[in-house]
């Protein structure tokens, strides 16, 4: 992980959340493809610094979160505005489609 990257826990998920544009990574060790998905993740937080958050929520630590969030395939790549869910992304994702969609989520008068 890098010093970008935001770990989420049911203790600061809410807070985290609630102002501005977050992607949340949803996620296990376990899963494979949340694996090779992690250094994506990285990157696109490194690049959204100042702009967006992005960050990750393990599933197995913090199922109440997944099961709120109706998550049921990880990775789920689920897009906030303000605390409330504005787009979901399932499976693998590419680093330029990630930071295409946050890109536009953080314009002036997006409604996304």
């Not at 935001?6 to 899963?31: H, K, M, Q, Y």
């Not at 494979?32 to 960050?55: D, E, F, N, Q, T």
């Not at 990775?75 to 680093?95: C, I, M, S």
């Amino acid at each position: 992980m890098s010093t970008h990257d935001l770990t989420l826990t049911e203790a600061n998920f809410d807070s985290e959340v609630a102002n501005g544009v977050v992607l949340v990574d949803f996620w296990a060790p376990r899963c494979p493809p949340c694996r090779r998905l992690g250094p994506i993740i990285s990157k696109v937080a490194a690049a959204m610094h100042g702009k967006a958050k992005v960050a990750k929520c393990n599933v197995d630590e913090c199922p109440r979160l997944a099961e709120r969030y109706g998550v049921r395939g990880i990775p789920a790549l689920v897009f906030l505005r303000d605390g409330h869910e504005t787009e979901r992304l399932q499976g693998f994702q590419e680093e330029r489609l990630l930071l295409e969609k946050l890109n536009t989520a953080t314009q002036p008068n997006s409604s996304r």
